[in-house]
């Protein structure tokens, strides 16, 4: 499985997800910024997509939803162990009220892995990430626990970014 994502405007993310009805697309929006997510079996339709392999899954995406990714540069020398740390937390979110999906996503044109969650609302993901024993869970995981012995394996920050997503009736 793949995930293609491009940017646009939101007009144009709507209008390219609404020609390709029989595809599996999320138009997000983060403020001024959007995103149309494309997951695949096959090829995608969009012309420059960031590409990536999905190597870790839970859960099937929803077309309404709140997205967390979590952007993680890593080297070619730390990608095992990166990989490894993650496939290990695939399930731990199932339970988690308000939970939806994760999707742990190989660039396959850049160094920067996106560790994707959906939840149905903010409120669940803010509530998870605060509580404890969560918290310290969500701060090890972000930490990258097992791995932070050898921080070498990061070629810069890691960064967040979060996206609303809402369906095709939503639109008009």
């Not at 209008?15 to 959007?34: C, F, T, V, Y």
């Not at 959906?118 to 969500?138: D, G, I, L, Q």
């Amino acid at each position: 499985m793949y995930i293609f994502t491009t940017s646009g405007t939101t007009t144009f993310m709507e209008s390219l997800r609404d020609k390709h009805p029989h595809e599996r697309m999320i138009a997000m929006q983060a403020g001024a910024n959007s995103l149309l997510l494309h997951e695949t079996a096959g090829k995608t339709v969009f012309q420059t997509p960031r590409r990536y392999e999905v190597i870790g899954s839970s859960g099937a995406l929803n077309d309404v939803g709140y997205f967390v990714w979590n952007h993680i540069p890593v080297t070619d020398e730390g990608r095992p162990i990166f990989e490894h740390h993650f496939k290990e937390r695939t399930h731990t979110l199932d339970t988690e009220p308000g939970f939806i999906a994760f999707r742990l996503l190989r660039p396959l044109n850049s160094d920067t892995y996106i560790v994707m969650t959906e939840w149905a609302a903010n409120t669940y993901y803010t509530r998870w990430k605060n509580a404890a024993p969560h918290h310290e869970e969500y701060l090890s995981g972000h930490a990258i626990a097992g791995v932070d012995s050898n921080p070498h394996i990061f070629t810069s920050a890691a960064s967040v970014t979060s996206y609303i997503a809402k369906s095709k009736e939503d639109d008009v």
